[in-house]
């Protein structure tokens, strides 16, 4: 069982910054892939970005290509997605997942994550 918290969240103007968290229960932390979706309302949840077990790989979104980077640090079981540039479309519910089928991977298929946080809000208002 792995549990995951996500925090960070809030209100900011476009053009803003703000850095999410995901922090995780697991000691085997640093065998899984990762990765970050996002839902707003009305929609289905979306890929983000995602990131392998050893952080030596990542993926995208092309939205956020350039502006969102995913990090990670195995040493306090923690995941960062860093927001920058953010726009009125980026308004939802973050929410980060565990892939412990493929830690070599970065999935961009919900399908493919075992485990979910309970989700941060962020609203980017012009």
């Known amino acids: 069982q792995v549990q995951l918290v996500e925090s960070g969240g809030g209100l900011v103007q476009v053009g803003d910054s703000l850095k999410l968290s995901c922090a995780a229960t697991?000691?085997?932390?640093?065998?899984?892939?990762m990765g970050w979706f996002r839902q707003a309302p009305g929609k289905e949840r979306e890929f983000v970005a995602a990131?392998?077990?050893?952080?030596?790989?990542?993926d995208y979104v092309d939205s956020v290509k350039g502006r969102f980077t995913i990090s990670r640090d195995n040493t306090k079981n923690t995941m960062f997605l860093q927001m920058n540039s953010l726009k009125p479309e980026d308004t939802a519910v973050y929410y980060c997942?565990?892939?412990?089928?493929?830690?070599?991977?970065?999935?961009?298929?919900?399908?493919?994550?075992?485990?979910w946080g309970q989700g941060t809000q962020v609203t980017v208002s012009s």
């Open positions: 997942a565990v892939d412990r089928t493929s830690p070599w991977g970065t999935s961009n298929r919900t399908n493919e994550y075992e485990y």
């Open positions: 697991a000691r085997t932390f640093g065998t899984y892939a």
């Open positions: 990131i392998n077990w050893n952080g030596g790989r990542t």
